[in-house]
């Protein structure tokens, strides 16, 4: 039985994962990020997670036929023994080409966590900014001192764990750690949640 190669990519927004049979061609926008697609259901752009092939997942000990985990599967890593032919099968999607970039045609539900993420986010980076952006402006102008450097590394810092809270992979997690992010910078951090 011929197996068939299945790629698997992910919304940055709305953390749709999709899966296809064909892997779709890199596009790189202006400053050199590679996209794959465009997600139908929120617009945002798809990342390559990586891919089952067929044969290089064939395994020879016994193990339990593949179940809802395999099928339904968020990702590319395959140990079953079905060897990677039903992995993802749950979440293939028709990928239209009518423009720049494909389109993943993806469930229409996840339009409402990109837009809340979205909106997140740029709260947080609002907030980010009252709180810390006139110090990056002042770095590029003058040499600050003791104080503001500090302050300035804070914010630095601070841009570093809003990056990794927009990297999370689930959509709870993610909006969670911003949550937090946007209550210290607005100063509204309580005790029980310090």
Known sequence: MARINKFFYRCDDCLTVAVTI?????????????HYATCDACGGQCDYMGQVEGNHLVRTALECPCDGRCTGALGPSCDCSCGGENHGSGL?????????LPRLMTSKDALVKALAFRALYAEVDAAWTARYGYLTNLKRQQYLDGSQY??????????KLIGKAKG??????????????????????????A
């Open 92 to 100: 293939l999607v028709e990928v239209v080409k009518d423009g720049h």
């Open 22 to 34: 064909e892997k779709l061609p890199a596009v790189y926008n202006e400053r050199g990020y590679a």
């Open 168 to 193: 999370m992979a689930t959509h709870a997690g993610r909006n969670k750690r911003l949550t937090a992010l946007l209550a210290e910078f607005k100063g509204t951090v309580t005790s029980a949640s």
């Open 150 to 159: 500090a302050l300035y590394m804070n914010g630095a810092h601070a841009r």
